[in-house]
Nanobody, 125 residues
Framework: QVRLVESGGGLVEPGGSLRLSCQAS????????IGWFRQAPGKEREGVSC????????FYGDSVKGRFTISRNNAKNMVYLQMNNLKPEDTAVYYC??????????????????WGQGTQVTVSS
């Protein structure tokens, strides 16, 4: 059974940084695309980043490019999201998710496979 557990969220001031972590179990990240999406109250789910397992391509949503960095440690079954220069509009619950590529493998998809319980990120002064 696939299980994803996110951690690292919290309250941070605008311009600050956070590092989210996701521990995966019940699967090997050697064989999975893995990434992050977020959802703010009253808003649709938004793909944040995706790391492809087959060729190491990485994709970012337009709103986080240049500020967020995804990384993975397949040996530890871990994936991370380093978030810098955070803005109030980054406030959301962040979810780690498998199967994050779009069907053509050209970007972040919207039909994720498995995801965790999420971790809250709040950016506010």
């Amino acid at each position: 059974q696939v299980r994803l557990v996110e951690s690292g969220g919290g309250l941070v001031e605008p311009g600050g940084s956070l590092r989210l972590s996701c521990q995966a179990s019940g699967l090997s990240l050697d064989y999975y695309d893995i990434g992050w999406f977020r959802q703010a109250p009253g808003k649709e789910r938004e793909g944040v980043s995706c790391s492809a397992h087959s060729d190491s391509r990485i994709f970012y949503g337009d709103s986080v490019k240049g500020r967020f960095t995804i990384s993975r440690n397949n040996a530890k079954n871990m994936v991370y999201l380093q978030m810098n220069n955070l803005k109030p509009e980054d406030t959301a619950v962040y979810y780690c998710a498998t199967d994050c590529l779009d069907p053509k493998g050209r970007g972040i998809g919207s039909d994720f496979g498995s995801w965790g319980q999420g971790t809250q990120v709040t950016v506010s002064s």
